[in-house]
């Protein structure tokens, strides 16, 4: 589903992504981890195109993400098509990023009104029922402002369900939490991962990773530094800078 | 006991008592003629004047903003084009004199007798790549004034979507094309409508200015406002004070009414940033 491959990312001279490469397979679950700054948010946001990559191809259900081929030559996509290629990616962000002048359900289906032109009634009963799903039927009214982080992480889950992605992409969903409200988030995504959708987590939960992950990356100073199943690197790694992470976070 | 504010009370009583002496000296003051004030306030012609007050403030704002989101967003682009041309414009219309740019538009038809729209210096005979725009001496004055007053209010107009646009926070676009949604869509469903909430007070503001901006409207020369008609009624009837305090009290009237219709617009683009707000449907 996702296989990317040698991807390098500048920002003025400072290389944040350097040759990472990472496949997940449909119906996988693979989880990032890494200290802050190693470039593992960067690396997820390049899968959607929000970054452009310097070097590399990523490609996602076998599209290349953000460049066409021809020729032997790849051609960058216009910012038009680029927006098509993102509505089979969905995305969930640390800070939510929900719509704050929408309801929890206008949250929900304005990329099914405005993108796929849904009819509005329709959108909401879809829309109602995503709402469910995470736990939040009965907020459907509610602005963003009137929710905990937890119920507002769960609204923007939904909203990115609603677009029926092929891959869902999660940058540390968890991470701007009060604690005892990180369960209920981790609790959806671990229903989802069962409905077999494929997914790609950027995670500090190492709980989570070892629990649901098919696979997991560790990456530091922009280098996939060890991967491998669950067991093997959050389990035994074996490389020194993978132990040292672990030592301090688990 | 609560609090006691003896000292806020003092005040409040020195301030009353300064403004009744104001007041009752007013009113038996000669100078300010309180039955010519009677008479003329409520005169067809004042009134009619002030309608077309309203109506240039109103019409010139419409466009305005309209031209003014338009600038302010192309600032904001990435297109060098679209970028430079509203930088142009902002530094043309906001660093010349609103009087300034109204005689101009009303010298404009005199300066530029024919306006030739097309590619010149190719003729195949009488037939050219163009046309000719003969411009009438006798355009309308009223929509010259419109013209000039939207062209120096649209300036200052970008600038404050400009600001409304940078308020938004970057993760509301990326959310946004995270859905799929184009540029467009993003700004018209997103990020608009959540600058709106910082536009509107300034351009609150920017209206009630307009209001009285239109008083240089003279200068085009349109003579049909409110602060023309009553100074030239005063010009007849040698009385310019009562007739300003005329023109004084309907500035103030448009003004209480356009101060209230931005308290509902403020409150109809603050939802879902008040955590109180009253949970609607």
Redesign the interface.
């Known amino acids: 589903m996702v296989d990317a491959q040698a991807i390098n990312k500048s920002y003025g001279s400072h290389k944040v992504l350097k040759d990472v490469s990472l496949t997940v397979k449909p119906g996988e679950v693979a989880c990032i981890i890494g200290p802050s700054g190693s470039g593992k948010s960067t690396f997820l946001r390049c899968i ?1 195109h ?1 970054e452009k990559i310097d070097a590399g191809r990523i490609f996602v259900d076998g599209q290349i993400i953000g460049y066409r081929e021809a020729h032997g030559k790849l051609y960058e996509l216009r ?2 098509e680029a ?2 290629q ?2 089979d ?3 969930v ?1 640390q ?1 939510f ?7 929890a359900l206008d949250n929900v289906i ?2 099914l009104i ?2 796929q032109k849904v009819d509005k009634k329709k959108a909401e009963v879809e829309g109602l029922a995503l709402l469910e799903r995470v736990g939040l039927g009965n907020k459907s ?6 929710l905990s982080g937890g119920q507002q992480q769960r609204v ?1 889950i939904a ?2 369900l ?2 029926k992605p092929k891959l869902m992409l999660f940058d540390e969903p968890t991470s701007a939490l009060d604690p005892e409200l990180v369960g209920d988030v981790l609790q959806v995504m671990k229903d989802l991962a069962a409905t077999g959708m494929t997914m790609i987590v950027v995670t500090h939960e190492m709980g989570f990773a070892r629990e649901v992950a098919d696979s997991v990356f560790f990456m530091d100073e922009g280098v996939v530094v060890e991967s491998g199943t669950p067991d093997q690197v959050l389990g035994n790694p074996q490389e020194a800078r993978t132990r040292e992470f672990l030592s301090k976070v688990l | 006991m609560p609090l006691r504010h003896y000292k806020r009370w003092a005040v409040a009583l020195l301030l009353l008592v300064a403004l009744a002496g104001i007041i009752v000296d007013a009113a038996s003051r000669e100078a300010y003629e309180w039955s010519a004030f009677r008479k003329y306030l409520l005169d067809g012609r004042v009134i009619k004047a002030s309608l077309v007050t309203l109506e240039l403030t109103l019409l010139s704002m419409f466009f305005a903003i309209i031209l003014g989101v338009a600038l302010g967003v192309m600032r904001r682009t990435e297109n060098p084009i679209f970028k430079n041309f509203a930088w142009l414009f902002i530094w043309i219309f906001r660093g010349t004199p609103v009087y300034v740019q109204l005689v101009f538009w009303g010298l404009f038809s005199t300066i530029y007798k024919e306006v030739f729209i097309g590619i010149p210096w190719i003729h195949f005979g009488d037939f050219s790549l163009g046309f000719h725009l003969t411009l009438s001496q006798t355009a309308s004055l009223f929509w010259i004034a419109v013209l000039g007053l939207t062209l120096n209010e649209a300036a200052y107009m970008a600038e404050i979507v400009r600001g409304g646009l940078l308020a938004v926070d970057s993760g509301q676009e990326e959310a946004a094309k995270s859905i799929g949604m184009s540029s467009l869509q993003t700004m018209r469903y997103i990020v608009i409508p959540q600058a709106m909430r910082v536009i509107i007070p300034p351009t609150g503001n920017e209206v009630i200015s307009m209001l009285k901006t239109t008083s240089l409207v003279t200068a085009v020369p349109l003579v049909t406002d409110l602060y023309a008609r009553t100074r030239d009624i005063s010009n007849e009837t040698y009385n310019p004070i009562p007739l300003l305090l005329v023109a004084c009290t309907w500035y103030l009237f448009y003004t209480t009414i356009l101060m209230a219709a931005q308290y509902f617009l403020e409150k109809r683009f603050g939802r879902g940033f008040n955590r109180n707000a009253v949970i609607s449907a």
């Open positions: 959607n929000l910012e038009s927006d098509i993102r509505r990616i969905g995305m962000f800070r990023n929900l719509f704050p002048h929408m309801t304005a990329g405005h993108v009214t509610h602005f963003p402002s009137q923007a909203r990115a609603a677009m």
